[in-house]
């Protein structure tokens, strides 16, 4: 079990990655998982979900919206309180912005996808750094994507603001060494699941094209030959958190099939 006896938080929760990781937090042996979004109802299904395993994982929800400090504080607190200590936080939420070229775009949605994706971001963070601290250290995972390595088109303000907490992700990775803190990033691709099968949806409409054509178009530039799930992609994360990385900080762990390769 990767995360036995571990407090995880999970921000973003909602259909796809987010769910994914909170359940699988629990399958790996997670003591306590926090839940945390936006929408009520996303929590309640993540929650039945965890429950569903019959592992007996405690649960906590908790409302909230990254882009206000006053609520990332709260939720940092109400996982202390509940629980004595936060041993893993899954930065997982986002804001995707507007897909459009930069030439005409609403520079508005920029600042938007940085308030969540950059700004709101970091202030979860700051909000857990004392607590893993008192914890003895611990592991933030900040869940990236590989537009910031291969751009594509339509997605530069969502590109840019994951770009700059990338860059963060790196200094925080040599600040808070000392501390027995690691911090590294998982670079997602194409992951299929209900975020990628909506995208999929709106293009085919807007351009006409079937569906099937759209995928097989992806799928040809990913050498494993298909377009990774996200519950796979989820297992990545976790075991960035999880002891077996204890040694690996300031990381950016590709995890998109072998679409893009550094050198």
């Not at 839940?35 to 649960?59: N, S």
């Not at 109400?78 to 912005?97: H, K, M, Q, W």
Request: hydrophobic letters at 45%; one cysteine or more; glycine letters at 12%.
């Amino acid at each position: 079990m990767l995360l036995k006896d571990k407090i995880v938080i999970v921000s973003g929760i909602g259909p796809g990655l987010g769910q994914e990781l909170s359940t699988l937090a629990a399958r790996e042996g997670a003591a306590g998982v926090v839940l945390a979004a936006r929408t009520p109802a996303k929590l309640d299904v993540a929650e039945a979900e965890i429950q569903a395993l019959g592992l007996g994982t405690r649960t906590l929800k908790v409302v909230t919206d990254i882009a206000d400090r006053a609520q990332c504080e709260a939720l940092a607190g109400a996982t202390a309180e509940a629980f004595g200590r936060i041993d893993v936080l899954f930065n997982s939420a986002y804001d995707p912005g507007n897909f459009e070229p930069i030439a005409e775009a609403d520079l508005d949605g920029w600042r938007r996808s940085m308030e969540v994706n950059f700004f709101g971001t970091m202030q979860l963070t700051q909000a857990c750094i004392p607590h893993l601290r008192a914890a003895g250290g611990g592991a933030i995972v900040m869940i990236a994507t590989m537009v910031e390595h291969k751009p594509l088109a339509t997605q530069g303000g969502y590109g840019a603001s994951k770009s700059a907490l990338r860059n963060a992700t790196k200094h925080l990775a040599l600040e808070l060494g000392k501390d027995n803190i690691r911090v590294n990033s998982c670079h997602m691709g194409w992951m299929w699941g209900p975020a990628v099968e909506g995208y999929f949806d709106w293009q085919a409409q807007a351009s006409g094209r079937p569906k099937e054509d759209l995928i097989a178009e992806v799928t040809r530039s990913i050498p494993l030959g298909h377009i990774p799930d996200d519950g796979d992609c989820a297992k990545a994360a976790v075991f960035l958190a999880s002891d077996y990385a204890r040694v690996v900080t300031g990381a950016g762990l590709d995890v998109n099939g072998g679409e893009y390769m550094p050198v």
